[in-house]
């Protein structure tokens, strides 16, 4: 009797298994409303909104919403949209809308911008694309396109006006309607300017220096566009912050001044003379100027190499007069 229940509850437990498993993959395979589905292209099918859709899965049912959009459609719709397609008892799972997301790819202002700038620069002759500033008379707003799309916007007609600055441009862009752009473009230049007030004689240093673009047309044609090239000159006169600077405005820092005391140095092989002396003029490494020679009491010629140094030529020769610090060098100290 024992055995008998025994095999009683195999049998059962057996046919319990057997109920339950088909019924799990049952529920595993049958057509469940999606909560949310991205497409492609014009059109939702079945597949977009509804898993396990079958053989109907690639049957269209709605229009997409807009590129890059995202649209609402009730499980109602759905259910109804399905049903004319012998689709019967569609699990909504509680889901009362589905949001429907059309996929796209962005073209951004920038993206749209850039053709015209570029044409600009290459058709009318106006500088480079990067120095070209496009004013527009109404903002470019993102375009969206198919994500298969991968080719950007080019010019399809464009015309510029030099006397008023005005240009007028339809941009084709692939995937989507042309756009016609107009405006104003503005030619920059990039100049150097300064940070702080430099007082007369005042070195430029790396510090002082700023990079600032300014309209082409209200900028002086001989302003410096290279900082480096600035870098260790001096101020020729008071200098304002925001200031081009112009060749005319900068020198060479001056390494000796009007009445300096000043060491005068002459050079032959194996001898260096050095004696005082009094300038007569200003000057900056590399000029000639005029000094006198406190020992000789003569006006004598030099250039100046250093602060308070000057170095005298071969024809200066009243320098070795008497008073001079003499020094020798090489083989003539050795024979003295």
């Keep these: 009797m024992i055995r008998t229940l025994a095999i009683a509850l195999a049998a059962a437990a057996t046919l319990a298994t057997s109920t339950v498993l088909p019924a799990a993959a049952s529920d595993q395979s049958k057509p469940r409303l999606k909560a949310a589905a991205t497409v492609t292209g014009d059109i939702v099918r079945v597949g977009d909104l509804v898993s396990h859709a079958g053989v109907i899965a690639s049957v269209p049912i709605f229009r997409s919403p807009d590129l890059g959009t995202t649209g609402v459609v009730s499980a109602a719709a759905v ?32 993206e749209i911008e850039a053709p015209v700038a570029e044409g600009l620069s290459k058709q009318y002759g106006l500088g480079k694309p990067k120095d070209l500033t496009l004013r527009f008379d109404y903002d470019v707003q993102p375009v969206q396109v198919e994500p298969t799309v991968t080719a950007g916007p080019r010019i399809k007609r464009l015309t510029y006006n030099p006397d008023t600055t005005r240009f ?39 510090d002082d220096v700023v990079m600032t673009r300014r309209p082409q047309r209200r900028t002086p044609t001989d302003a410096i566009t290279d900082s480096a090239s600035v870098i260790g000159l001096a101020a020729r006169r008071g200098l304002q912050p925001g200031q081009p600077l112009r060749n005319t405005d900068l020198m060479k820092p001056k390494l000796v001044h009007r009445r300096e005391v000043v060491t005068l140095i002459y050079n032959v092989p194996g001898i260096r003379l050095t004696v005082r002396g009094r300038a007569a003029e200003d000057g900056a490494r590399g000029d000639m100027i005029s000094v006198f020679n406190e020992q000789t009491k003569r006006v004598v010629h030099g250039v100046v190499v250093g602060p308070s140094r000057v170095m005298l030529g071969d024809g200066e020769t009243q320098v070795a007069d008497t008073g001079g610090n003499l020094q020798t060098t090489g083989a003539l100290g050795a024979a003295r």
Excluded: C, N, Y
């Design 79 to 110: 259910v109804a949209a399905v049903r004319a397609h012998a689709l019967i008892g569609l699990d909504t799972g509680g889901v009362q809308d589905v949001l429907v997301t059309r996929a796209s790819r962005a073209i951004a202002p920038k």
């Design 168 to 206: 007028d441009a339809v941009v084709a862009i692939p995937g989507a309607r042309a756009l016609r752009l107009t405006g104003h473009v503005t030619v920059m230049k990039e100049i150097v300017t300064l940070a702080r007030s430099v007082a007369r004689g005042d070195t430029i240093k790396q």
